[in-house]
């Protein structure tokens, strides 16, 4: 089962708002990762917010974390058309290897955010 | 695409035929990952890799196969056991796989069964 789950799947903005995304997941977690993906090309990091965090921000990026409702939000204020891409948010499953702990990244199946001039 | 390359861009396979896809790094990276990606979905988990010589599967490897002979490589074999290829490939790389750590991802191989 996927651990995150974006909300909502598109999201269809002018230039110039802000966006936001949100991003719900299932077990605890020690960090919490966005990625961008622009059509047909590989993912790029955007931005990490660890589980002791509340809030990050990376230029015109916001990120917020709440760990009580297992939940994160990503804002993108002044949008361009340039950010018009899918968004993922991916967070470490624990699981056990030989008896030492790792955290394979899980993502979930993103936002497709279209910012039309 | 950071310090990772995937060859070829577009790949076709026969029925019946194995491929396989390339995936370099120069990042120094311990870790390396094979996610798969369809139409309007998130990446599963192929195989990943936490050192040389070592490698683990991943949630969907039936099907695929791969190696780590050197820490900059990591190729994954699409085999003709693998009966719906058809898909986007994306190797990633990242200092270890524990915790979680940020990855960086290939610009990826599109796979298409002729």
């Known amino acids: 089962s996927q651990q995150g789950e974006e909300d909502p799947q598109a999201l269809s903005i002018q230039e110039g708002e802000n966006a936001t995304m949100n991003c719900s997941y299932k077990?605890?977690?020690?960090?919490l990762q966005w990625y961008r993906q622009n059509s047909g090309r590989g993912l790029v990091h955007l931005i990490l917010?660890?589980?002791?965090?509340r809030e990050k921000h990376s230029g015109r990026l916001r990120v917020t974390l709440d760990t009580s409702k297992k939940s994160s939000s990503l804002l993108i204020t002044a949008s361009r058309t340039a950010d018009t891409a899918s968004y993922f948010c991916a967070t470490p499953l624990p699981f056990n290897a030989g008896g030492t702990s790792y955290g394979k990244l899980t993502f979930g199946q993103g936002t497709i955010l279209t910012v039309h001039p | 695409d950071g310090g990772i390359t995937q060859s070829p861009k577009y790949l076709f396979r026969k029925e019946g035929q194995n491929v396989t896809l390339s995936c370099e790094q120069n990042l120094n990276h311990d870790a390396m990952y094979w996610y798969r990606q369809d139409p309007g979905q998130g990446l599963r988990l192929i195989y990943y890799s936490q050192i040389v010589n070592d490698f683990q599967k991943g949630d969907i490897a039936e099907g695929y196969s791969v190696s780590r002979e050197k820490k900059e490589s990591f190729p994954l074999t699409v085999t003709s056991a693998q009966k719906n290829p058809t898909a986007f490939y994306l190797c990633?790389?990242?200092?270890?796989?524990?915790?979680?750590?940020?990855?960086?991802f290939g610009p990826g191989t599109r796979l298409l069964v002729l």
């Open positions: 077990t605890s977690i020690n960090n």
């Open positions: 990633a790389s990242s200092n270890w796989v524990r915790v979680g750590e940020t990855q960086y």
């Open positions: 917010i660890r589980s002791n965090e």
